[in-house]
């Protein structure tokens, strides 16, 4: 408990679920109410630039595809975070790991002399791999050689792009590309097949569901998911208990980057149907599903939830500047405030705020036992 | 038999003139940020000259949009009435092409690439004269032999550029080398910075560039060293280090372009064979760091003062050189070019015939590179 | 040119790249040392070299302008700071949150600054006896920023302050044991208010550096990662103000070398260089069993009376 003027905080231990979606919309109206002020200061009708969002994203079938699509690459890094931060592994590497996938699937696409129906799958078998090592690879150096995982997982995000970059500008560079730095566009075997009318390559979103409810039943049903909570909650409790951290951390890391491997198959055979530019190839979306990962708090299922929100929040982003003709850097200033703001309610849902007048202030602290 | 046809042509015609008396809205699909002070900014300074000039246009951009989104964004463009769409990076290849098989009813100009189709024109504003002729100054300024190059990827644009530019150096100074940094990327001051002070370090004591921040300029005129500018007007941030660069008028092909659409010439069955390749002679690029100042006068009378024996034109100073070379490439007919045969690559390799110029597919999948070109050269052929 | 040159032209290159990157790693070392990780270091930078551009322009004297960058980031990292020691927020996201927000207001804000040559950039000096040294006198002494200099002596003093001093105490007992050090009587919340401000003043003057020095003009997303460099560095460097030296001149000198070495190597192996470097030097002294045991408390948030 603690006394500020002449509020007072109570710890809250779990709060419902219901608390946490009324202060997430609550924090989301705040945002969009600063936000109207930006919109107005620029000249914009914030009650029309509102209206407009509103219409093109969640009001047609376009914008609701757009949504999805977006949302895709989201889910899935964002459920392999979620699982890495579970274990306290602070992967920011995602990025890296997805760019690793979408390298597998191009030798798959395009050099590998696989055909026909099996293709695909195996750019996913492949992709995933990929990400898994590029994933494990941190876990190694944390466990054996505590190499700070922050700072490895970030350098490698580098490491993979510049990898990438030589591929395309060397040796995988496409001999009908005129000299520019893509590969040959993928047969049309290894294109991701779509919802019709729409750049939603449905197969990686079924993964990314499925990927997320069986993320959720590890978690919670088998021995490795309650491994990896101890490991996560309190290290020392893992080491009595005979928890192997080095094996722990090979799983989550596994499972994390090479989830993030599966969103670069998908960007790759759903999208673009060539490696091109790492900049390109990703658009930070594995920076992006930190936030989704942590908006989601522990749960991969709310990764649903959560990776919707941010593909809602890009797609809104493409109509401010497409349709409203604002500076693209508007959607950087959104992003932020409603960031803050939605960590901004954490003090509403992990404290009660009660409003204490004079000598009162004892009756509360006798009974904040905890 | 005959009615039917003149029937055809009277409604084919009365189309046009329906089709061309509309009002156009044009929209702008933007790789970069209109602030990169490089190619985006240029194209958007160019759409807003033609938007002022042309009480028919109406037009709309959006920016930063990465390559593999353009598709969505086209989508939304033409929901909101846009009849003409600009693409502006080669990377934008198949959206813009997908879309104009998906509305046919839409002109679509796609900026530095090779796919067109019945709706759909390419366009390009290109430099490599330009750079030759910078070449030329450059070649005549260097005291070490050593002239640096600051480039942003290793693709066929630039590799023409740095190619063009050494032609003109070694023109006038047979034993100069260019010395070649990659910095991958259009836009990074820093690796900008720091590739240009490795090339001093190595001994470069002129500098040219192709990339989108006047890093390079900075940098060389800090160290007291002269540059050539590229792509927006950059005198100003080195006014007694600059001595000439190149400039872009998108303005010219986007005018031309948007009147003949306006007049009809245009529509959208006849585009499958319309590519732009504007030059000097069109007026889509310029020589100079800034509009109308082809070289900086700060430098004129050390390149008046430099006289070489010339193979073609006997002794002549590079000023006027510069200036022979640049009336070449005008109007009415261009009767030179850098690449004139017979060239060879670094490895000896004849690459184009004594006597011929370059074709076009030549220019824009040129991937060797020619003598005095020193450093790496990803993608260069084997022998 | 012999090697000597090589030495010196690589050293120089390192400290002068490396100057923004030494002024953001310090600041965030003291933010990490009272137990807040700030992510928002690009983002405090990128609205740092704006101020510094428009109000070093604006006034003619670009040493307003880097203390404009230095009020500017402190404010920035002032949000944070209210996230998250008086909100607890989550500190990781509050820090995202402020790159994101700062690279979006910055180029918001900064339309109007962009392709204008900056009249008046930072003066450079040589220091006069130190700069006689055979080969580091060129290297270190000659021709630098004065936000270089300041910069390497900022250093070694706030490793006497960490260290040696009972404020250094303080804020290392925060960022250890929050509970331990507000029995002693240590106001947390302030400490790490103050030192998350600190890193944010510090973080603005390295964005300022980038705009009125490095390269004295405005353009949108001018820092092009450096923050996020600086994060690593801040770990690499073990939360210590004269590694941090060490780790910027390593970082910076490779940084160079990718491009002195173009002609030999593969550029892209060169540009990945520093990165992978970077992992290698951690791995090695993994190796060699050396602890760098990172605060504590670093990333969680302070309650009273709570352990």
């Known amino acids: 408990m603690k006394r500020l003027g002449p509020f007072v905080f109570e710890r809250r231990l779990a709060p419902t679920r219901a608390a946490i979606l009324g202060y997430s919309l609550l924090a989301i109206l705040a945002a969009l109410i600063v936000m109207s002020f930006i919109f107005w200061a620029y000249g914009v009708s914030p009650i029309k630039a509102y209206s407009v969002i509103g219409r093109t994203t969640l009001g047609s079938r376009f914008g609701l595809m757009e949504i999805l699509r977006r949302a895709i690459p989201l889910l899935l890094c964002g459920v392999g975070l979620v699982i890495a931060f579970r274990a306290k592994f602070w992967n920011i590497g995602a990025e890296g790991q997805l760019l690793a996938g979408a390298v597998a699937a191009t030798w798959v696409a395009l050099f590998s002399g696989v055909s026909g129906p099996m293709k695909l799958p195996l750019m996913f078998v492949l992709g995933f791999a990929a990400g898994a090592v590029w994933g494990i690879i941190p876990a190694l150096l944390k466990v054996k050689l505590q190499v700070n995982d922050v700072i490895s997982t970030l350098m490698m995000n580098y490491i993979m792009a510049y990898f990438v970059k030589w591929l395309i500008y060397g040796p995988w560079r496409g001999p009908t590309m005129r000299g520019f730095a893509y590969t040959d566009l993928f047969p049309r075997d290894a294109w991701l097949p779509l919802i019709r009318h729409s750049k939603v390559h449905w197969p990686t979103l079924v993964i990314g569901i499925a990927a997320a409810v069986l993320a959720a039943l590890i978690l919670s049903r088998t021995r490795l998911g309650y491994e990896i909570r101890v490991v996560g909650d309190s290290p020392d409790a893992a080491h009595y208990a005979g928890i192997s951290f080095l094996g722990v951390s090979l799983w989550v890391m596994l499972l994390s980057g090479g989830l993030a491997g599966l969103a670069g198959v998908g960007e790759v055979a759903g999208i673009h149907h060539r490696l091109l530019e790492p900049d390109h190839v990703s658009l930070g979306y594995g920076y992006t599903a930190i936030i989704v990962a942590w908006l989601a708090r522990g749960s991969p299922l709310a990764a649903i939830i959560t990776s919707l929100l941010f593909g809602l929040i890009f797609a809104a982003g493409d109509e401010i500047k497409v349709t409203l003709q604002m500076p693209f850097q508007i959607t950087g200033v959104f992003n932020g405030l409603i960031l803050f703001f939605l960590i901004g309610v954490e003090v509403f849902l992990y404290w009660k705020i009660r409003v204490v007048r004079g000598g009162k202030e004892t009756e509360w602290a006798g009974k904040a036992g905890s | 038999m005959r009615k039917l046809v003149l029937l055809t042509a009277v409604i084919l015609l009365f189309g046009l003139v329906v089709f061309g008396a509309e009002k156009i809205k044009a929209g702008f699909v933007y790789v970069g940020p209109i602030g990169d002070y490089g190619w985006t900014h240029a194209h958007d300074l160019a759409r807003r000259i033609v938007d002022d000039k042309f009480d028919w246009l109406e037009t709309v951009y959006v920016e930063s949009v990465p390559e593999g989104q353009e598709g969505a964004i086209i989508d939304r463009l033409i929901a909101q009435g846009c009849n003409v769409i600009f693409t502006t990076s080669f990377g934008f290849m198949d959206g813009p092409l997908e879309a104009a098989m998906r509305y046919p009813d839409v002109i679509f100009a796609h900026c530095s690439g090779f796919k067109r189709y019945k709706n759909m024109a390419t366009y390009m504003a290109d430099f490599y004269q330009v750079y030759y002729l910078n070449g030329l100054m450059a070649g005549a300024l260097t005291k070490t032999g050593k002239i640096g190059y600051v480039a942003a990827h290793p693709i066929p644009e630039l590799k023409r550029h740095i190619n063009a530019f050494t032609i003109g150096v070694r023109e006038v100074n047979p034993d100069a080398e260019v010395h070649v940094r990659w910095i991958y990327s259009w836009y990074d001051p820093a690796a900008a910075k720091e590739a240009t002070e490795a090339l001093i370090a190595e001994g470069c004591d002129v500098f040219a560039f192709t990339e989108d921040s006047p890093t390079v300029v900075q940098v060389a005129a800090e160290n007291g060293l002269p540059s050539f500018a590229h792509y927006s007007p950059m005198l100003k941030f080195a006014p007694d280090h600059v001595v000439s660069g190149q400039l872009v008028h998108w303005e010219k092909i986007y005018e031309d372009f948007l009147v003949k659409v306006h007049e009809g010439i245009y529509t959208t069955e006849n585009l499958a064979y319309v590519d732009y390749w504007w030059t000097l002679p069109q007026g889509a690029v310029e020589l100079g760091a800034d509009f109308g100042v082809p070289i900086n006068p700060v430098w004129e009378d050390e390149l008046k003062a430099k006289v070489i024996d010339h193979p073609v034109f006997g002794k002549v100073s590079i000023y006027d050189l510069v200036m022979i070379r640049h009336s070449q490439f005008g109007a009415p007919g261009i009767t030179f070019d850098p690449f004139q045969g017979p060239v060879y690559d670094r490895k000896g390799v004849l690459r184009i015939p004594e006597g011929t110029w370059p074709s076009y597919e030549t220019l824009v999948t040129m991937q060797w590179a020619v003598d005095g070109v020193v450093g790496p050269w990803p993608g260069e052929p084997e022998e | 040119m012999g090697w000597e040159s090589w030495i010196v032209d690589t050293l120089r290159r390192a400290l002068a790249y490396g100057t923004p990157l030494l002024w953001g790693t310090l600041g965030e070392i003291y933010a990490e040392r009272a137990g807040v990780v700030n992510l928002g270091v690009e983002g405090m930078m990128i609205l740092g070299a704006l101020s510094a551009f428009a109000v070093a322009q604006s006034t003619g004297n670009p040493w307003i302008g880097v203390l404009a960058a230095a009020v500017v980031g402190g404010l920035a990292a002032l949000i944070h700071a209210f996230f998250s020691v008086t909100l607890r927020a989550n500190q990781y996201v509050s820090g995202l949150a402020l790159t994101i927000f700062g690279l979006g207001l910055s180029g918001l804000l900064g339309t109007s600054w962009v392709g204008i040559s900056l009249k008046n950039p930072l003066p450079k000096a040589t220091i006069p006896g130190l700069s006689r040294i055979p080969i580091l006198g ?116 490779l940084y160079h070398l990718a491009y002195r070495l173009q002609r030999w190597f593969p550029p892209e192996f060169l540009k990945l260089m520093p990165y992978a470097f970077a992992i290698l030097v951690l791995a090695v002294a993994g190796l060699r069993k050396v602890r760098r045991g990172a605060p504590a408390a670093l990333g969680l948030p302070y309650v009273r009376g709570q352990r």
């Open chain 3, 138 to 253: 060129d290297a270190l002494f000659r021709d630098h920023s004065y936000l270089t200099y300041i910069g390497l002596f900022l250093a070694v003093v706030l490793w006497f302050v960490l260290y040696k001093t009972r404020w250094g105490i303080s804020i290392r007992s925060v960022g250890e044991s929050p509970s331990t050090a507000d029995a002693m009587g240590i106001n947390v919340f302030l400490v790490r208010y103050l030192c998350v401000i600190f890193g944010g003043v510090l973080a603005g003057v390295a964005g300022g550096f980038l705009s009125v020095e490095y390269r004295p003009s405005w353009t949108e997303g001018m820092t092009a990662g450096m923050g996020w460099i600086v994060i690593a560095l801040t770990i690499f460097a073990a939360w210590d103000p004269l590694q941090a030296v060490g780790g910027v001149v390593l970082f910076g000198g």
